[in-house]
């Protein structure tokens, strides 16, 4: 297997980055509106 160019690494960590930041999100959001939904 090739080596990755440091392009497609940076492109990973930016994606893996992305990913993590928008899991955070959602989880937030859902703690916020999925949790009291289902209390009700």
């Known amino acids: 297997s090739r ?3 440091k392009k497609e ?3 990973m960590k930016v ?3 992305e ?3 928008l899991g955070g ?3 937030s959001f ?6 009291p939904i289902k209390k009700l």
């Open 3 to 5: 080596k990755k160019t």
């Open 9 to 11: 690494v940076n492109q």
């Open 15 to 17: 994606e893996i980055i």
């Open 19 to 21: 990913k993590g930041i």
């Open 25 to 27: 999100v959602e989880r």
């Open 30 to 35: 859902c703690g916020v509106f999925c949790n």
